[in-house]
């Protein structure tokens, strides 16, 4: 790598005209008040485009520029560098070129850094430059938190004794000196919140602790060496969910409130008992999110415009159907949303309550104690509902009551654990409905997904593999060939996935009346025909990739997708 003075970089953005005489002279001025260089000055000015200085300011060093927000970091190399000479000397471990490690570093002329690098790694170093602003972003991400986990887990594990920590037997009261156990819980309920994770695993190995965090859909993994901690950790989430310490035998579910950075969330806690302990799984509600409305959830123009006048019938069922993590309650309670109005008396049946909506009466259900959604009903009934929320058709007593209430005056809505709307009327017979009643009180079917949005951020044209060929060929949609489609190649912004944020993918089948006929006769190869047929029927995989084919998700969500459909 060359040398270049001060001068030598002013020297060049003139020769090259990114600057002029007047604009240098007003930098060096400027620079006489502070401790920035002269390049940094010229950027904060707005004299020279950050990227375009940096890009020439490593060719002239002879060395690369790296964009780390669209550069792939391997996590593991990352940690190699400790977080003290990471941010002392604004680098960061890039990659492995043989037996030497690519270091990106903001200022690559420090030369006192590359001693330590070399001692720390005990390799060769090669640079590369990279943008200061990106790589403060990038450590706070990748540091920050795993730190304050792993060092919160070592102050706890260090207060154990070796006869606290049988996993198996024995219990241990938290009453006065759990202050390091609260500490580590706090900092992975931050952690969560930070990256809008929907669900907490703790789940003790044979060797390590395991902590998982569900971010749109997929789990992200953080080891934490010590184990020792586990019995530790997961006694205090039950004797904040009110559960059984010296219960560990069966299964329990609990809940819990916390408020974590402003957030009010409401925490639903499933303890399992594993082959290593006690796993526990923690789903976790914002109550102080704002509801979406029916036109925030992604719904296509069609589809919204129809189901919207369906909302507006005084009687009737509407089925949202999909599996677990669909995203069903979601359309839910956005519909609810539509359909709270002080003239209309709503009522839920929920397992559980996940947002409290004000002027909706919500019910729990409590199996445990007889509470039940068919128990429920018949009381609800009694109330003078004119709508109705069914959390789930969970039996056939429950299907009977639902669709009896659609028939006597009210609008019922609930889910069904079912792959798509076709499939939901099959269902629907299977469990003991009459194909009569169905097809009188039915007035459309939506199925769902939730699929990850590209990130926005580090966005670009994707080469499809050919695999990926080979299922879009399989769709035999010649459409979908000749696209450029988008991906993301991982950045700060995304924790380094390519996606951020999630997107419904809706399919409707509206109940019109040769469909109705069709359910009457209880014939399933002509309901299918003539469901097919339907102007505003598009099959799920075929709505996904309208979203690919527009660059708002990627093909290779779609094929995951289309596994569970």
Not at 327 to 353: C, Q, R
Request: glycine fraction near 4%; aromatic fraction near 6%; hydrophobic fraction near 40%.
């Amino acid at each position: 790598m060359r040398r270049i003075k001060k001068t030598q970089i002013a020297e060049m953005l003139l020769e090259h005209q990114l600057i002029t005489k007047e604009q240098l002279e007003t930098a060096i001025a400027q620079q006489k008040t502070s401790d920035k260089k002269i390049g940094q000055i010229l950027v904060d000015l707005g004299y020279v485009e950050e990227n375009k200085f940096l890009e020439l300011l490593a060719r002239q060093l002879e060395i690369p520029f790296v964009d780390l927000k669209s550069y792939t970091l391997q996590p593991d190399l990352v940690k190699l560098l400790p977080e003290f000479y990471a941010r002392h000397f604004r680098a960061i471990v890039l990659k492995r070129e043989g037996d030497a490690y690519l270091i990106g570093m903001a200022d690559p002329q420090n030369l006192l850094a590359y001693d330590e690098f070399e001692r720390i790694l005990k390799a060769k170093i090669n640079t590369a430059l990279i943008r200061e602003d990106d790589l403060l972003t990038i450590l706070d991400a990748m540091y920050r938190r795993s730190e304050e986990i792993s060092h919160f887990a070592e102050s706890l594990s260090a207060e154990l004794k070796p006869s606290d920590i049988d996993i198996f037997s024995g219990t241990q009261d938290f009453s006065s000196d759990d202050m390091p156990v609260v500490n580590l819980l706090r900092s992975i309920f931050e952690d969560a919140v930070q990256i809008n994770a929907s669900d907490i695993h703790i789940e003790p190995g044979e060797k390590v602790l395991r902590i998982r965090l569900r971010v749109d859909g997929v789990l992200q993994e953080q080891i934490v060496e010590e184990k020792a901690i586990t019995q530790a950790l997961v006694q205090r989430v039950k004797l904040m969910s009110g559960l059984n310490i010296a219960e560990k035998r069966l299964p329990q579910d609990g809940r819990f409130s916390i408020k974590v950075k402003d957030k009010f969330l409401d925490v639903r806690v499933s303890t399992m008992p594993i082959q290593y302990g006690e796993s526990v799984v923690m789903r976790l509600l914002d109550q102080s999110a704002d509801i979406l409305r029916l036109n925030q959830i992604g719904m296509p123009k069609e589809i919204f415009e129809y189901y919207s006048q369906l909302l507006t019938a005084s009687y009737g069922l509407l089925l949202i159907v999909g599996p677990t993590g669909s995203g069903k309650t979601t359309t839910l309670y956005a519909s609810l949303n539509e359909l709270n109005k002080a003239e209309d008396k709503i009522i839920t049946v929920e397992d559980p309550v996940e947002y409290r909506l004000p002027r909706i009466n919500q019910v729990q259900v409590h199996s445990q104690i007889g509470l039940t959604f068919a128990n429920v009903l018949r009381s609800v009934l009694r109330q003078d509902p004119d709508i109705i929320m069914i959390g789930e058709l969970r039996d056939q007593e429950t299907m009977e009551i639902a669709l009896r209430s659609a028939m006597t005056g009210h609008l019922v809505l609930a889910t069904l654990h079912t792959n798509d709307t076709i499939s939901s009327m099959t269902r629907l017979l299977d469990m003991g409905a009459e194909g009569y009643l169905v097809a009188s009180v039915l007035r459309a079917v939506i199925a769902q997904r939730l699929v990850r949005r590209i990130c926005m951020k580090c966005i670009t044209d994707a080469t499809l593999s050919p695999p990926e060929i080979t299922w879009l060929k399989s769709l035999k949609h010649n459409e979908y060939l000749n696209v450029n489609y988008k991906h993301g190649t991982g950045c700060t912004y995304c924790h380094r996935t390519g996606y951020l944020g999630r997107i419904g993918v809706y399919e409707l089948l509206p109940m019109v009346p040769e469909l109705a006929d069709a359910l009457r006769q209880q014939d399933s190869n002509k309901f299918q025909l003539l469901a097919e047929k339907q102007p505003l029927y598009r099959p799920l995989v075929l709505a996904g990739m309208d979203l690919a084919t527009r660059g708002i998700t990627t093909v290779q969500e779609i094929i995951r997708m289309s596994g569970e459909i």
